[in-house]
C-alpha cells in the first residue's frame, strides 16, 4: 500500500513540474523576424501600417532615418481566460499532491489540502506576471533592386505579425513567405 502512494506522489510531483513548464512556455518571448513584400510605394506602405498600429494601441517609439528603421512599442496583456485556467490546473495540482501526502502522513491531517489555496491563484499570478510586458516592433525599409514595389523586414511578437498579414495582405497587396500562417506554433 506505502509503494502505491510512493508512485503516486512521484506522478504528482512530475505533472507540478509539467505545469512549471507549461507557464513559462505560456509566457515565452515569440519574437520574429519576417521580410514582407508589397506592389505598393514604399511610403504608402509605411503609412497604413503605422495607422493600422496605432489604431492597435501602438505607440510610435522613433526610429533611425540612417538604417531606414521605425520602432513602436505597445504593452501585451495576458490572458484572462488562461489565467483563470493555469489557477485551476494549479488548484487541483496542489489539492491532488496534498491528498497524497495526506494518504503519507495521516498524522498531518487536512492541512496538506491548503496546499489548492496556495497553487490555484500562485500559478495564475505568476502567468500573469510573466505575461504582461511592454512588446516592441520594428521596421526596417529593405533597398530591393530586384523587385518593384517595396520589402519591409519586420521584427515582433509572432501573433502581431500573423495579425498584420492577415488584415493589411489584401489593402497594402502585402505578402510574406508565408512561414507565420503555416507554422503549427
Known sequence: MQATFSSTLLLTILLAIGLVFFLRAASKDRTT???VHSSKPPLEVLDGI?????????KN?????DKQ?????GNVNSSR????????????????????IIQLHPSF?????????????????????????IEAL??????????IGSVLRIRAHRDELIALENELSKNLDLSSDGSLLSSPI
Open 33 to 35: 523576424t519576417i521580410d
Open 69 to 73: 528603421i521605425l520602432r513602436f512599442q
Open 81 to 100: 481566460l488562461l489565467a483563470v485556467f493555469l489557477s485551476v490546473l494549479g488548484g487541483l495540482g496542489a489539492g491532488c499532491l496534498g491528498l497524497v
Open 138 to 147: 520594428e521596421m526596417r525599409l529593405m533597398n530591393s533592386p530586384e523587385r
Open 109 to 133: 491531517g487536512w492541512w496538506p489540502l491548503l496546499l489548492s489555496c496556495l497553487g490555484g491563484p500562485l500559478a495564475g499570478i505568476i502567468y500573469r506576471q510573466r505575461a504582461s510586458r
Open 50 to 58: 503605422t495607422h493600422w498600429l496605432l489604431d492597435r494601441g501602438w
Open 61 to 65: 517609439n522613433g526610429g533611425d532615418s
